[in-house]
């Protein structure tokens, strides 16, 4: 075991401050990252502050982690000292069941293990996350990060990238696709620009008709405000695809009158109930909704070297790491565009200041 530092709620109601704790050493297959970057996603406030009832304390949030490669295990192939790497929303699977087999270790029929608030498998250990030094992950769950790109920038590829990625991928979409892009956050505007940069002619649909100049800015070929019954009404039967990246319930009734003949509705950001969408609507155009859930590790990789290639990456805003309680007051107000990063190179002065 070695000691790092980092920073940590430890209860809904508490502030984070710093914290310091053990990781385990490194084992054959292992590798040790030195943390230079951790992107902050809103699961990581909802977490800390319990708002999804499962929380547990103390808690080290972070699961958008980007460093360098400190040390390998014996049997590490793909990476060594000094390459960048990344690790995601999972750090363990039970690699056993179809769902593993198949690479598809979100899915784990036994339950995926959470890079921070789980349990690591088969002990009663916390796993704590990115916003820390370092980090120990086997190399299973570890994506090479290529040098070319900016890695502070490539953090929320880890989370809001891949979530976005898989299911434009999964649901074949490419040139001559119509797509719409419900909501314009943090897994919105990598929507748009993935979209984009697959070959797809992208709308951004969105309740805020201010948000429509950066839709464009982003790459979005056009704009549909969802509250202009009379665009609605001319939009209808009109969309392949729709990724609604809307984080709380809401009614699909009106986004589901879009699609055509055939055409599908991922939902990758509420997990909350929505409100009841009528049969009819989807009966009379075949037309489906479904869920989709971040990416397996070979996804991940794919999704990383892809946006290497096309040159997408998120719109980020750089704070220290004594901001991130102030950074959570602001994601409460959605202001930030469009994802929050931490240099972890300003923690040790966080946690001489705290």
């Not at 690591?120 to 190399?139: M, N, P, W």
């Not at 979530?163 to 748009?192: A, D, F, Q």
Request: hydrophobic share 40%; glycine share 10%; with cysteine.
């Amino acid at each position: 075991m070695f000691v790092c530092q980092g920073f940590a709620a430890s209860a809904a109601d508490q502030p984070l401050k710093p914290f310091e704790f053990e990781r385990r050493d490194v084992g054959e297959h292992d590798v040790r990252i030195e943390i230079l970057y951790c992107g902050v996603c809103h699961s990581d406030l909802h977490q800390a502050r319990n708002d999804w009832s499962n929380s547990l304390y103390p808690m080290v949030p972070g699961h958008e982690i980007v460093g360098r490669v400190a040390e390998v295990g014996a049997a590490v192939t793909k990476l060594k000292a000094g390459d960048y790497a990344g690790v995601g929303c999972l750090v363990d699977s039970c690699r056993r069941c179809a769902a593993c087999e198949a690479d598809l270790e979100q899915y784990c029929e036994e339950g995926p293990t959470p890079t921070y608030n789980g349990r690591e498998r088969g002990k009663d250990a916390l796993t704590f996350g990115g916003y820390s030094d370092q980090i120990v992950v086997e190399e299973r769950f570890v994506v090479k990060v290529p040098e070319t790109m900016d890695l502070k920038a490539v953090a929320p590829l880890l989370c809001a990238g891949i979530t976005t990625y898989s299911p434009l991928r999964h649901w074949k979409v490419g040139p001559g696709s119509r797509v719409g892009v419900i909501g314009l956050g943090g897994l919105g505007h990598m929507g748009v620009k993935l979209a984009k940069a697959f070959g797809a002619h992208v709308t951004m649909i969105t309740t805020s008709p201010g948000k429509g100049e950066d839709a464009m800015k982003l790459g979005a070929d056009e704009v549909l405000i969802s509250t202009d019954e009379s665009a609605m009404g001319q939009a209808k039967a009109s969309f392949d695809f729709l990724l609604n990246t809307v984080p709380v319930g809401h009614d699909l009734n009106p986004y589901a009158a879009l699609l055509k003949l055939d055409g599908t509705m991922v939902l990758v950001g509420v997990l909350t109930p929505v409100e009841p969408l009528a049969g009819a609507s989807l009966i009379m155009g075949r037309r489906s909704v479904a869920g989709s859930a971040i990416g397996g590790l070979a996804e991940t990789q794919e999704m990383m070297d892809f946006c290497a290639e096309h040159g997408v990456l998120p719109d980020i805003e750089m704070i220290a790491m004594q901001d991130i309680n102030e950074a959570y007051e602001r994601l409460l107000k959605n202001d930030v565009r469009y994802r929050f990063v931490i240099d972890m190179a300003t923690l040790k002065e966080a946690a001489v200041a705290n």
